[in-house]
């Protein structure tokens, strides 16, 4: 793919980003920034601000800061960024200058239909994708083993609000979940975001003891394949690891070259 179709493919995904996120967030314009405001979950990922799409590079992203941070404290919401840097370039050296820590610097990769390499078999392996109307106790399994998953040993308890959140989310089609079983044990999970045509892979993990069997590429094929059945053009991710990378690259997501950016405190 040409620079300049790559550098519109980079646009779509930050514009799906905002459509995606804005569902069920609280998204409002503060200076050139985008704030998505999680209304029910107070969790460090769950609310996030972004670049506004076309803000222009000379922009003074420092002077607008304060003014962003007391539209989260207000709401009692952490402030973290997400943003792809080819596309802001002076945004990360911006917020560094302010204090604020890179949290990643992470390659994105790309599939299309055509692209989508099917994983490897896994013997004993079962794929449940929840739907509005999963109970309870699916709901908590599905959320527990995606965040132990990013933090081994750590447990969390969801609440009322954040199953009900997930259920409106899939209900109105901008969340896919699936859970995976190995021998029926609750082994891993994934999500799709989807918008215009363009979805995120985001949070697909597998439990410590579960890992290195091939769960995580049969979800993430799973979940691209689901996406490309219902017309979506481009299935996307980040990969936070090298051998993240390789296995995404197995499946057919082609690096874009691009990387995105997460800053937290």
């Not at 790559?6 to 998204?27: D, F």
Request: glycine content about 10%; overall charge neutral.
């Amino acid at each position: 793919m040409s620079p300049v179709h790559e550098a519109g493919l980079l646009e779509r995904l930050a514009r799906s980003v905002i459509a995606n996120a804005s569902a069920g967030r609280e998204a409002a314009s503060v200076g050139p920034f985008v704030a998505l405001v999680d209304r029910v979950s107070a969790s460090p990922w769950a609310s996030l601000a972004v670049p506004a799409p076309g803000t222009p590079a000379g922009t003074g992203w420092e002077a607008e800061l304060p003014a962003l941070e007391a539209h989260f404290s207000a709401r009692s919401r952490a402030l973290r960024f997400e943003f792809l840097e080819d596309l802001f370039p002076t945004l990360g050296p911006a917020l560094e200058r302010a204090g604020w820590p890179l949290a990643s610097r992470d390659p994105l990769f790309a599939c299309s239909p055509p692209e989508l390499v099917p994983a490897a078999p896994v013997p004993g392996l079962s794929l449940e994708p929840l739907d509005a109307g999963s109970p309870d106790d699916l709901v908590d399994l599905f959320l527990g083993v995606q965040h132990e998953s990013f933090e081994p040993g750590k447990t969390r308890a969801s609440s009322a609000g954040e199953r009900e959140q997930l259920r409106s989310r899939i209900r109105i089609g901008v969340l896919r979940c699936l859970l995976a079983r190995l021998d029926g044990v609750p082994a891993g999970a994934g999500s799709t975001l989807p918008a215009a045509g363009v979805a995120e892979a985001a949070g697909i993990g597998t439990l410590t003891r579960f890992r290195a069997r091939g769960i995580g590429s049969a979800v993430t094929a799973r979940l691209a394949a689901d996406l490309f059945t219902t017309g979506t053009e481009t299935a996307w991710l980040t990969a936070g690891s090298v051998l993240a990378a390789r296995i995404y690259q197995r499946l057919g997501f082609r690096p874009l070259g691009a990387f995105q950016r997460n800053y937290s405190r």
